[in-house]
Each structure stands twice: as structure tokens, then as C-alpha cells.
């Protein structure tokens, strides 16, 4: 699938919390608390990326209707924590409706680039047993299972698979 050329990643901030966070209630089991999204922006080792819509038009259509520009919308996002050169992704997520159309795979793209920005060399993340998508787009940018965390998941309780890429 092509780029979607009117998805823009870039990082996340603080007013993006709330949007992140009705993403995260949309996607992944148990999730994260508002607090803990606003934490991990305060955290010098986490960098957190947001996808959003930008406009609905081509630039001659929207200069000529700037008053109806509506606010961009936060239609995904993805977390990564780093230690020395190690890094681990604690969360990706792209709202129900816009599943399917690529932007997962924008939003690792970046988080790739600023890692190797990062000179971190290998990525970890963990994944529901049973999440098939998960699993595809993670092996899609190059991670390979590594191991299994028994019991690893709570509400519904499941194994993790763990798995690594290098960069
Ligand atoms: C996993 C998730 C982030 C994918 O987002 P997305 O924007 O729909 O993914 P993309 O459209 O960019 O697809 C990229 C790749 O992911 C894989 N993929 C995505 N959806 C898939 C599905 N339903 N079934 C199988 N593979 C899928 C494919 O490899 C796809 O590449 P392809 O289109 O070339 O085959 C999304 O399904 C989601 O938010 N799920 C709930 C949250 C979650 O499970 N997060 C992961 C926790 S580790």
C-alpha cells in the first residue's frame, strides 16, 4: 500500500494525551491511564510518536477554505523506551476506522529512522499471543520471535511472545 500522503508522524506532546489515550481504550487490553501516557513524556528515555490526519484536501483547495480546516486527528501512535542501546516499543495503536490503510507501517518507519538517529541497535516489544496483525506488522519491519513470557498478559490473562529486530 502507498504512502498516505495526508498523515503526518511526528512527536507526541502533551495535548495529544487525550486523543492517544481514547485510542488506547479502543485498542489494547489492559491499557495505559492518562497519567501514565503524561509520565512517559516526562521521561527523557521514551520518545512517543502520534500519526494525524492533516487535511482533507489538496493545498489549493485548502487555501481557498481555510476557515473549514478542521484540526488535525490523532489516528495512531507508538511508544518506544530506550536504555543504552536497546530500545523497547511499550505501545502501537491506529484508531478501529483507519486500520488497514498503512499508517502502522508510517509510524514505524519513523520510529526506526529516530532510533537509528538514537544508535540504538536492537528493538524489543512484546505481543499477545493470539494478536496475528501485531505479529505480521512487527515480522513485516523485521523482528523475529525471540522467546515467550508465560501468563504475561492480564483481563484476558495470555502468553507474550517477545521479539527483537536489529537495526
Ligand atoms: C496492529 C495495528 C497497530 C496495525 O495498524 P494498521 O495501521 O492497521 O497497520 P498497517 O495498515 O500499517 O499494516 C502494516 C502491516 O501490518 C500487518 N497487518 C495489519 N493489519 C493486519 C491484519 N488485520 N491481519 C494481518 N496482518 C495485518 C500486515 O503485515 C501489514 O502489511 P501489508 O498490508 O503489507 O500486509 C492495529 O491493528 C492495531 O491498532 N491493533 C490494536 C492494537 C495492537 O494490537 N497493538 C499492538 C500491541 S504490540
Same mark, same amino acid.
Given at each position: 500500500?502507498?504512502k498516505?500522503?495526508n498523515?503526518?508522524?511526528?512527536?507526541? /506532546?502533551? !495535548?495529544?494525551?487525550?486523543?492517544?489515550?481514547?485510542?488506547?481504550?479502543?485498542?489494547?487490553?489492559?491499557?495505559w491511564? #492518562?497519567?501514565?501516557?503524561?509520565? %512517559?513524556?516526562? /521521561?527523557?528515555? =521514551?520518545?512517543?510518536?502520534? %500519526?494525524?490526519?492533516c487535511?482533507d484536501g489538496? $493545498?489549493e483547495?485548502?487555501s481557498?477554505?481555510?476557515? !473549514?480546516? #478542521? $484540526? *488535525?486527528e490523532?489516528?495512531g501512535?507508538?511508544?518506544?523506551?530506550?536504555?543504552a542501546? $536497546?530500545? $523497547?516499543?511499550? /505501545?502501537i495503536?491506529v @484508531?478501529?476506522?483507519?486500520?488497514?490503510?498503512?499508517?502502522?507501517d508510517?509510524? @514505524?518507519?519513523v520510529?526506526?529512522?529516530?532510533?537509528?538517529?538514537?544508535k540504538?541497535?536492537?528493538?524489543?516489544?512484546?505481543?499477545?499471543?493470539? /494478536?496475528? *496483525?501485531?505479529?505480521?506488522? !512487527?515480522e513485516k519491519?523485521?523482528?523475529? !520471535?525471540?522467546?515467550?513470557?508465560?501468563?504475561?498478559y492480564?483481563?484476558?490473562?495470555?502468553? =507474550?511472545?517477545?521479539?527483537?529486530?536489529?537495526?
Amino acid at each position: 500500500m502507498g504512502k498516505n500522503r495526508n498523515i503526518r508522524v511526528r512527536k507526541m /506532546n502533551l !495535548s495529544d494525551v487525550d486523543a492517544v489515550h481514547e485510542i488506547e481504550l479502543l485498542s489494547i487490553a489492559p491499557p495505559w491511564t #492518562k497519567q501514565g501516557f503524561a509520565d %512517559a513524556l516526562a /521521561n527523557e528515555n =521514551a520518545v512517543f510518536h502520534v %500519526a494525524e490526519v492533516c487535511t482533507d484536501g489538496d $493545498e489549493e483547495t485548502v487555501s481557498q477554505m481555510e476557515h !473549514s480546516i #478542521k $484540526e *488535525p486527528e490523532i489516528v495512531g501512535y507508538c511508544g518506544l523506551y530506550f536504555a543504552a542501546d $536497546e530500545g $523497547e516499543i511499550t /505501545n502501537i495503536a491506529v @484508531l478501529p476506522d483507519w486500520r488497514g490503510r498503512g499508517i502502522a507501517d508510517q509510524i @514505524l518507519d519513523v520510529v526506526f529512522a529516530d532510533a537509528r538517529g538514537k544508535k540504538l541497535s536492537q528493538i524489543f516489544l512484546e505481543v499477545r499471543a493470539s /494478536n496475528a *496483525p501485531a505479529q505480521k506488522l !512487527s515480522e513485516k519491519h523485521g523482528f523475529t !520471535s525471540c522467546g515467550i513470557r508465560k501468563n504475561f498478559y492480564r483481563e484476558p490473562k495470555e502468553d =507474550a511472545i517477545v521479539m527483537v529486530c536489529s537495526l
